[in-house]
């Protein structure tokens, strides 16, 4: 009776095929529990700026949206309110999370006092604003 044995080569690639099937595994896991929502559902229009941002992503979100005759709305985190409203919810949330980063979202239509108005009351509870703008489209190549 002879007993036959696999060459050193065979048996590394044996072992590494399960090793494989789980690292494509976790993988995709990852891949398909990654949340890809990274704002709010409000639609604004942001400005364009050619300058990079690199300031950080806010937990919270405030957003301006122009309304018609001069009006602006607000959001913070999807739920409208008023400025008084708005001065209220940074208050109950500055107790929780002092210091924490804010994003804020505006309309390029809204004028740029309000947002610095805005902005302002954020920043007297106690966050860190960051103003979101977005990059300019590339050209396209045509003829």
């Known amino acids: 009776m002879r007993l036959s044995r696999q060459s050193a080569s065979e048996a590394r690639f044996l072992e590494l095929a399960p090793v494989a099937n789980v690292v494509l595994l976790l993988i995709f896991f990852f891949l398909l529990s990654w949340s890809f929502v990274l704002q709010p559902g409000i639609e604004v229009r942001l400005p364009v700026?050619?300058?990079?941002?690199?300031?950080?992503?806010?937990?919270?979100?405030?957003?301006?949206?122009?309304?018609?005759?001069?009006?602006?709305?607000?959001?913070?985190?999807?739920?409208?309110?008023?400025?008084?409203?708005?001065?209220?919810?940074?208050?109950?949330?500055?107790?929780?999370?002092?210091?924490e980063w804010i994003t804020l979202n505006a309309d390029e239509s809204v004028p740029q006092g309000r947002v610095q108005q805005v902005a302002a009351l954020a920043m007297q509870k106690g966050f860190r604003v960051t103003v979101a703008t977005q990059r300019p489209t590339p050209p396209a190549n045509g003829p």
């Not at 700026?49 to 309304?67: C, N």
């Open 49 to 99: 700026t050619s300058f990079p941002t690199t300031s950080r992503q806010g937990h919270y979100v405030i957003s301006l949206k122009a309304a018609g005759g001069g009006e602006t709305l607000m959001f913070f985190d999807e739920m409208a309110m008023d400025e008084a409203g708005l001065k209220a919810k940074l208050a109950e949330v500055a107790e929780q999370h002092f210091a």
